[in-house]
């Protein structure tokens, strides 16, 4: 399973545009943003030709559901670490927490703890 911080479509009318601006994302008409979804569906159309699932995530949205969220980003790494989680290395950029995001979200999709918002993969509720 690979979860993709990028949307997975180049549609502007889908529900999760909506919804998911409150949490922060941009919308598909910025031309930077319709970028980073057609390199992302590029990615998404490689990996699931070797049969491994795709879930697109949005791990800002994540933090924020999971009431975890915080500036600078990589001080969001001290909540996988009271979840048990540990880390070899310090997580060194906003990039490195996000991927963790996305790799944890992965697991709560496989554990059904989430559910998708037009194909945006986020947690049922909060969890403890």
């Known amino acids: 399973m690979v979860a993709i911080d990028a949307p997975l479509t180049l549609s502007t009318t889908r ?3 909506k919804y998911l ?3 922060g994302a941009m919308s598909l008409k910025i031309p930077w943003i319709r970028n980073l979804a057609i390199r992302g ?19 800002t949205a994540i933090a924020k559901i999971l009431k975890f969220y915080q500036k600078p980003k990589k001080n969001m ?3 996988f670490v009271d979840q048990g989680f540990s880390f070899e290395n310090d997580v060194k950029n ?6 963790v995001i996305a790799a944890y979200t992965a697991l709560l999709y496989l554990e059904n703890k989430t559910h998708s918002i037009d194909g945006v993969i986020i947690p049922k509720k909060l969890l403890k």
């Open 15 to 17: 529900y999760a545009e």
């Open 21 to 23: 601006k409150r949490y």
């Open 41 to 59: 569906m590029r990615i998404a159309k490689n990996i699931k030709e070797h049969k491994i699932e795709v879930i697109e995530v949005f791990p």
């Open 77 to 79: 790494a001290e909540y």
């Open 94 to 99: 906003e990039h490195e927490i996000d991927a």
